[in-house]
């Protein structure tokens, strides 16, 4: 949460970055992170984690701009990005792959909305200290 506070990709969903889920009635667009477990991974003198974060944008806009603008702020913000760690080092972050895109209908305050949905996955590997 602390790398997107005043981020352009914050300052666009109006601040509405979550994690886990959006709160009901979340006003249009919005980001939801979560953590996707991974296997730890060890070496002979070190120990790292792998982390899989998955980032979720959502867009009521009819057209792509809004949405493909969201996602070319969340690839400039993590896009190999550096990260302060409390009790790990970065080892690195890195985006797997095009973004998953989906359309799906959603009930809002005014009725079923077609809503742009792109899920874009991103790997941590932190060493231990």
Not at 35 to 59: A, G, V
Not at 61 to 81: A, P, V
Request: proline share 4%; glycine share 8%; aromatic share 12%.
């Amino acid at each position: 949460m602390t790398k997107t506070t005043g981020s352009t990709l914050s300052s666009n969903v109006g601040g509405r970055i979550y994690f886990e889920e959006a709160p009901e009635g979340t006003e249009y667009p919005y980001v939801v992170f979560l953590n996707i477990p991974r296997e730890l991974e060890k070496t002979f003198s070190e120990d790292y984690e792998i982390y899989q974060i998955q980032f979720s944008l959502f867009s009521i806009s009819k057209g792509l701009t809004e949405i493909t603008t969201m996602y070319s702020n969340l690839q400039t913000l993590f896009d190999e990005c550096s990260l302060s760690i409390t009790g790990g080092t970065l080892v690195w972050m890195k985006r797997l792959g095009s973004p998953q895109t989906m359309g799906e209908d959603h009930t809002t305050p005014s009725g079923t909305a077609k809503v742009h949905h792109w899920v874009v996955e991103y790997e941590i590997m932190i060493s231990l200290d």
